[in-house]
Protein backbone atom coordinates (compact mmCIF):
# COMPACT_ATOMS: atom_id res chain seq x y z
CA UNK A 1 0.00 0.00 0.00
CA UNK A 2 1.77 3.35 -0.83
CA UNK A 3 1.42 6.16 1.32
CA UNK A 4 -1.25 8.30 -0.03
CA UNK A 5 -3.78 5.31 0.13
CA UNK A 6 -2.29 4.87 3.68
CA UNK A 7 -3.07 8.62 4.68
CA UNK A 8 -6.99 7.78 3.21
CA UNK A 9 -7.69 4.86 5.17
CA UNK A 10 -5.91 6.72 8.25
CA UNK A 11 -8.44 9.88 7.22
CA UNK A 12 -11.06 9.26 9.51
CA UNK A 13 -9.48 8.41 12.97
CA UNK A 14 -7.30 11.23 12.31
CA UNK A 15 -9.78 13.63 12.12
CA UNK A 16 -11.89 11.25 15.17
CA UNK A 17 -8.62 11.75 17.16
CA UNK A 18 -8.25 8.03 17.87
CA UNK A 19 -4.83 7.43 16.63
CA UNK A 20 -2.11 6.89 18.66
CA UNK A 21 0.92 9.53 18.72
CA UNK A 22 3.18 7.32 16.48
CA UNK A 23 0.01 7.45 13.77
CA UNK A 24 -0.96 10.89 14.08
CA UNK A 25 2.83 11.75 13.33
CA UNK A 26 2.95 9.85 10.43
CA UNK A 27 -0.37 11.35 9.42
CA UNK A 28 0.97 14.28 10.09
CA UNK A 29 4.10 14.49 8.20
CA UNK A 30 2.92 12.73 5.14
CA UNK A 31 0.01 15.37 4.68
CA UNK A 32 3.29 17.93 5.13
CA UNK A 33 4.75 16.64 2.55
CA UNK A 34 2.14 15.62 0.30
CA UNK A 35 -0.33 18.49 -1.31
CA UNK A 36 -2.77 15.81 -2.98
CA UNK A 37 -3.70 14.29 0.13
CA UNK A 38 -3.68 17.47 2.28
CA UNK A 39 -6.35 19.29 0.31
CA UNK A 40 -8.30 15.88 0.45
CA UNK A 41 -7.97 16.58 4.39
CA UNK A 42 -8.71 19.82 3.76
CA UNK A 43 -11.62 19.27 1.74
CA UNK A 44 -12.77 16.52 4.41
CA UNK A 45 -12.24 18.67 7.59
CA UNK A 46 -14.48 21.26 5.63
CA UNK A 47 -16.84 18.85 5.06
CA UNK A 48 -17.47 17.50 8.15
CA UNK A 49 -17.87 21.07 9.42
CA UNK A 50 -20.73 21.33 6.17
CA UNK A 51 -22.70 18.63 7.54
CA UNK A 52 -23.33 19.44 10.57
CA UNK A 53 -23.60 22.95 10.20
CA UNK A 54 -26.48 21.93 7.18
CA UNK A 55 -28.41 19.92 9.20
CA UNK A 56 -28.89 22.47 12.17
CA UNK A 57 -32.74 22.85 13.06
CA UNK A 58 -33.54 25.16 16.02
CA UNK A 59 -35.64 23.67 18.76
CA UNK A 60 -39.26 25.13 18.27
CA UNK A 61 -40.15 27.61 21.22
CA UNK A 62 -43.76 26.23 21.63
CA UNK A 63 -41.79 22.05 22.41
CA UNK A 64 -39.10 23.74 25.14
CA UNK A 65 -42.52 24.60 26.92
CA UNK A 66 -44.31 21.59 26.54
CA UNK A 67 -41.09 20.04 27.59
CA UNK A 68 -41.15 21.84 30.87
CA UNK A 69 -44.54 21.08 31.29
CA UNK A 70 -43.61 17.92 31.65
CA UNK A 71 -42.04 17.89 34.93
CA UNK A 72 -42.97 17.06 38.39
CA UNK A 73 -45.12 19.56 39.88
CA UNK A 74 -43.93 20.73 43.15
CA UNK A 75 -45.45 19.67 46.53
CA UNK B 1 -45.78 13.38 68.11
CA UNK B 2 -48.23 11.11 66.27
CA UNK B 3 -47.73 8.04 64.27
CA UNK B 4 -48.94 10.17 60.75
CA UNK B 5 -45.74 13.13 61.57
CA UNK B 6 -42.93 12.94 59.54
CA UNK B 7 -39.67 12.52 61.31
CA UNK B 8 -36.97 15.51 61.28
CA UNK B 9 -34.88 13.26 59.29
CA UNK B 10 -38.03 12.25 57.17
CA UNK B 11 -38.78 15.91 56.17
CA UNK B 12 -35.20 16.81 55.56
CA UNK B 13 -34.93 13.72 53.27
CA UNK B 14 -38.23 14.45 51.68
CA UNK B 15 -36.86 17.95 50.76
CA UNK B 16 -33.13 16.77 49.63
CA UNK B 17 -34.91 14.67 47.21
CA UNK B 18 -37.38 17.23 46.00
CA UNK B 19 -34.05 19.69 45.69
CA UNK B 20 -31.89 16.61 43.43
CA UNK B 21 -35.11 16.17 41.55
CA UNK B 22 -35.46 19.95 40.47
CA UNK B 23 -31.70 20.07 39.65
CA UNK B 24 -32.14 17.13 37.48
CA UNK B 25 -35.22 18.69 35.30
CA UNK B 26 -33.52 22.26 35.09
CA UNK B 27 -30.14 20.65 33.77
CA UNK B 28 -32.36 18.35 31.55
CA UNK B 29 -34.38 20.98 30.12
CA UNK B 30 -31.30 23.31 29.47
CA UNK B 31 -30.01 20.51 27.20
CA UNK B 32 -32.78 20.22 25.32
CA UNK B 33 -31.98 22.10 22.76
CA UNK B 34 -28.97 20.01 21.84
CA UNK B 35 -31.03 16.47 22.41
CA UNK B 36 -33.37 18.39 19.93
CA UNK B 37 -30.78 18.59 17.69
CA UNK B 38 -29.69 15.12 17.78
CA UNK B 39 -33.26 13.75 17.86
CA UNK B 40 -34.26 15.52 15.17
CA UNK B 41 -31.54 14.01 12.91
CA UNK B 42 -32.46 10.64 13.91
CA UNK B 43 -36.10 10.68 12.82
CA UNK B 44 -37.46 11.94 9.30
CA UNK B 45 -40.14 14.64 10.09
CA UNK B 46 -40.24 17.45 12.86
CA UNK B 47 -43.44 15.90 14.31
CA UNK B 48 -41.94 12.45 14.76
CA UNK B 49 -38.54 14.62 16.45
CA UNK B 50 -41.09 16.41 18.69
CA UNK B 51 -43.08 13.27 19.34
CA UNK B 52 -39.81 11.90 20.61
CA UNK B 53 -38.74 14.57 22.61
CA UNK B 54 -41.73 14.65 24.45
CA UNK B 55 -41.97 10.88 25.14
CA UNK B 56 -38.21 10.63 26.24
CA UNK B 57 -38.37 13.71 28.26
CA UNK B 58 -41.31 12.52 30.32
CA UNK B 59 -39.63 9.30 30.99
CA UNK B 60 -36.20 10.56 31.91
CA UNK B 61 -38.39 13.02 34.48
CA UNK B 62 -39.90 9.59 35.79
CA UNK B 63 -36.79 8.08 36.21
CA UNK B 64 -34.33 10.54 37.42
CA UNK B 65 -33.17 8.26 39.70
CA UNK B 66 -31.22 6.12 37.34
CA UNK B 67 -29.07 9.01 36.05
CA UNK B 68 -25.85 8.79 38.23
CA UNK B 69 -24.64 12.60 39.39
CA UNK B 70 -21.55 13.35 37.76
CA UNK B 71 -22.01 11.54 33.92
CA UNK B 72 -22.92 12.92 30.70
CA UNK B 73 -26.43 13.69 30.94
CA UNK B 74 -26.71 14.69 27.59
CA UNK B 75 -25.81 10.72 26.65
CA UNK B 76 -27.80 9.51 29.00
CA UNK B 77 -31.03 11.56 27.79
CA UNK B 78 -30.38 10.05 24.51
CA UNK B 79 -29.88 6.54 24.75
CA UNK B 80 -33.91 6.95 26.24
CA UNK B 81 -34.66 8.41 23.51
CA UNK B 82 -32.66 6.46 20.94
CA UNK B 83 -34.36 3.49 23.16
CA UNK B 84 -38.09 4.77 22.66
CA UNK B 85 -37.03 5.32 18.88
CA UNK B 86 -35.97 2.11 18.18
CA UNK B 87 -38.84 0.14 20.35
CA UNK B 88 -41.41 2.43 17.99
CA UNK B 89 -40.30 -0.53 15.40
CA UNK B 90 -39.03 1.99 12.75
CA UNK B 91 -35.80 -0.12 12.21
CA UNK B 92 -37.77 -2.62 9.65
CA UNK B 93 -35.32 -0.86 6.55
CA UNK B 94 -33.44 -3.05 4.78
CA UNK B 95 -29.72 -3.75 4.79
CA UNK B 96 -28.31 -1.55 1.80
CA UNK B 97 -26.20 -2.94 -1.05
CA UNK B 98 -23.11 -1.36 0.10
CA UNK B 99 -20.74 -3.21 -2.59
CA UNK B 100 -20.06 -0.11 -4.13
CA UNK B 101 -19.36 1.41 -0.95
CA UNK B 102 -17.07 -0.15 0.00
CA UNK B 103 -14.99 0.12 -3.27
CA UNK B 104 -14.92 3.55 -2.83
CA UNK B 105 -12.56 5.38 -0.80
CA UNK B 106 -12.83 8.31 1.90
CA UNK B 107 -11.22 10.51 -0.46
CA UNK B 108 -14.19 8.82 -3.17
CA UNK B 109 -16.47 12.33 -2.95
CA UNK B 110 -13.92 15.16 -3.11
CA UNK B 111 -11.78 13.12 -6.21
CA UNK B 112 -15.81 13.02 -7.83
CA UNK B 113 -16.39 16.57 -7.39
CA UNK B 114 -12.79 17.59 -8.92
CA UNK B 115 -12.71 15.67 -11.92
CA UNK B 116 -16.20 17.02 -12.49
CA UNK B 117 -15.39 20.42 -11.95
CA UNK B 118 -14.81 23.07 -15.73
CA UNK B 119 -11.08 23.59 -14.72
CA UNK B 120 -8.37 21.50 -14.81
CA UNK B 121 -7.36 22.46 -11.49
CA UNK B 122 -10.31 23.61 -9.39
CA UNK B 123 -9.55 26.23 -6.54
CA UNK B 124 -10.25 23.66 -3.51
CA UNK B 125 -12.14 26.06 -1.51
CA UNK B 126 -14.90 25.96 -3.79
CA UNK B 127 -14.87 22.47 -4.59
CA UNK B 128 -17.16 22.07 -1.07
CA UNK B 129 -20.01 25.09 -2.80
CA UNK B 130 -20.74 22.12 -5.08
CA UNK B 131 -22.76 20.93 -2.57
CA UNK B 132 -26.50 22.49 -0.86
CA UNK B 133 -27.04 22.51 2.71
CA UNK B 134 -30.47 21.13 1.66
CA UNK B 135 -28.69 18.33 -0.52
CA UNK B 136 -26.86 17.46 2.90
CA UNK B 137 -30.43 17.08 4.82
CA UNK B 138 -31.71 15.05 1.94
CA UNK B 139 -28.56 12.72 1.33
CA UNK B 140 -28.07 12.38 5.68
CA UNK B 141 -31.79 10.90 5.56
CA UNK B 142 -31.13 8.57 2.71
CA UNK B 143 -28.55 7.00 4.80
CA UNK B 144 -30.28 2.97 6.69
CA UNK B 145 -31.10 3.84 10.11
CA UNK B 146 -28.70 1.71 11.66
CA UNK B 147 -25.76 3.82 9.97
CA UNK B 148 -27.32 6.87 10.24
CA UNK B 149 -27.68 6.68 13.99
CA UNK B 150 -23.83 6.56 14.29
CA UNK B 151 -23.27 9.06 11.74
CA UNK B 152 -25.72 11.64 13.95
CA UNK B 153 -24.08 11.02 17.15
CA UNK B 154 -20.36 11.01 16.16
CA UNK B 155 -20.71 14.06 13.68
CA UNK B 156 -23.48 16.05 14.55
CA UNK B 157 -24.14 15.49 18.31
CA UNK B 158 -19.66 15.00 18.44
CA UNK B 159 -20.55 12.25 21.25
CA UNK B 160 -17.05 9.84 21.24
CA UNK B 161 -17.37 6.22 19.79
CA UNK B 162 -17.14 5.18 23.61
CA UNK B 163 -20.43 7.60 24.33
CA UNK B 164 -22.13 6.42 20.92
CA UNK B 165 -21.65 2.96 21.46
CA UNK B 166 -23.20 3.30 25.42
CA UNK B 167 -25.99 5.33 23.93
CA UNK B 168 -26.80 2.39 21.24
CA UNK B 169 -26.17 -0.49 23.56
CA UNK B 170 -23.76 -1.70 20.60
CA UNK B 171 -19.89 -2.43 20.82
CA UNK B 172 -17.23 0.15 20.00
CA UNK B 173 -16.39 -2.16 17.08
CA UNK B 174 -19.64 -1.72 15.40
CA UNK B 175 -19.91 2.08 16.06
CA UNK B 176 -16.23 1.86 14.03
CA UNK B 177 -17.44 0.06 11.76
CA UNK B 178 -21.15 1.82 11.08
CA UNK B 179 -20.02 5.00 11.03
CA UNK B 180 -17.00 3.93 8.40
CA UNK B 181 -19.80 2.61 6.17
CA UNK B 182 -22.41 5.37 7.27
CA UNK B 183 -20.03 8.30 6.16
CA UNK B 184 -19.31 6.35 2.57
CA UNK B 185 -22.97 5.63 2.21
CA UNK B 186 -23.28 9.73 2.65
CA UNK B 187 -20.49 10.98 0.85
CA UNK B 188 -22.09 8.69 -2.18
CA UNK B 189 -25.70 10.01 -1.93
CA UNK B 190 -23.71 13.81 -1.62
CA UNK B 191 -22.10 13.01 -4.62
CA UNK B 192 -25.36 12.02 -6.41
CA UNK B 193 -26.81 15.39 -5.13
CA UNK B 194 -24.04 17.58 -6.30
CA UNK B 195 -24.90 20.95 -8.17
CA UNK B 196 -24.31 20.09 -11.61
CA UNK B 197 -21.84 22.14 -13.57
Known amino acids: MDLCEKCEEMMQPYMDGV ?4 QVREAK ?39 AALRTPLQ | MSESTPTAAETRRIAEEARDRVRF ?8 DQVYRVAR ?14 EAYARAFRSWRQYQPGTNLRAWLLRILTNLNIDRGRRQQRTPQTTSIDEAGDYFLYNKL ?22 VVEALSDVPHDFRDVVVLVDIGEFSYADAAQILDIPVGTVMSRLHRGRRILKKSLADRAVPI
Open chain 1, 19 to 22: LSDA
Open chain 2, 25 to 32: EEEALELS
Open chain 2, 114 to 135: ESTAPEENPDEERVIERLSQDS
Open chain 1, 29 to 67: EHLDRCSWCAKRYKFEVDLRHFVRVSVQEPMPPELKAKL
Open chain 2, 41 to 54: RLVGTREEAEDLMQ
